[in-house]
């Protein structure tokens, strides 16, 4: 059984740019979540992805937007960066229905943006 | 949203009992994580319970949930160094379907 794999595992954007991280989610999970963790603090929740639809958003502004495909892998894009965007993002994968010990987190993608 | 708040740091010695504190908001039917994180990692799972219990025990690990106060504590003992690392405490519920996580509480444990 394999588990979540984010890519890549660091990377770094300019102000202004466009980024996309990918998440391949656990074998069986049919749900994917993406948090931001900025440095000193707790992961916030983004958006939440399932049957190929967000199913429920954080505070987010809608440069932050995502996508699920059939094989519920999942991408998170980023567009119009910004400074505050530095942080490291996890993504989690779940079965629908399953409270939050059927989740597993992947290392994270750690975003620095100059 | 929920709140869910940790202290920042907590500095014990190799081979003595660390116990990490958080308090949460919500009132319904939760469930209530603890996740370590080491430096340049994601998060690993340690230990969780459901709001309608009052403790849970795994091997070193004892959580203690206080319902009135809304209160969790996590105690580790015979802490290694090893188990320096951030802790957070999360809690997650099927009404919002999500992690609210508290900002972590740094061990440094000293040999």
């Known amino acids: 059984e394999t588990g979540v794999t984010q890519s890549p595992t660091h990377l770094i954007k300019t102000r202004g740019q466009q980024v996309t991280l990918r998440c391949s989610s656990q074998s069986g999970h049919n749900t994917v979540s993406w948090y931001q963790q900025a440095l000193g603090q707790g992961p916030q929740f983004i958006f939440q992805?399932?049957?190929?639809?967000?199913?429920g958003r954080g505070n987010f502004p809608p440069r932050f937007s995502g996508l699920q495909f059939p094989n519920y892998s999942s991408e998170l894009n980023v567009n119009a960066l910004e400074l505050d965007d530095s942080a490291l993002y996890l993504c989690?994968?779940?079965?629908?229905?399953?409270?939050?010990?059927?989740?597993?987190f992947g290392s994270g993608t750690r975003l620095t943006v100059v | 949203g929920e709140d869910v708040e940790q202290s920042l740091f907590l500095s014990v010695r190799e081979g003595d009992s660390s116990v990490i504190n958080c308090t949460y908001t919500d009132s319904s039917s939760t469930y209530l994580y603890w996740y370590k994180q080491e430096p340049g990692a994601g998060l690993q799972l340690l230990t969780y319970i459901f709001s309608n219990m009052d403790m849970k025990q795994d091997q070193r690990l004892t959580v203690l949930l206080n319902k009135k106060d809304k209160h969790l504590s996590l105690r580790i003992a015979d802490t290694q160094t090893g188990d320096s690392a951030i802790y957070f405490c999360?809690?997650?519920?099927?009404?919002?379907?999500?992690?609210?996580f508290g900002s972590g509480t740094k061990l440094n444990v000293k040999p």
């Open positions: 989690a994968s779940s079965r629908e229905g399953t409270p939050g010990d059927g989740y597993t």
């Open positions: 992805y399932y049957r190929e639809e967000e199913n």
């Open positions: 999360a809690e997650w519920g099927y009404n919002f379907n999500k992690f609210y």
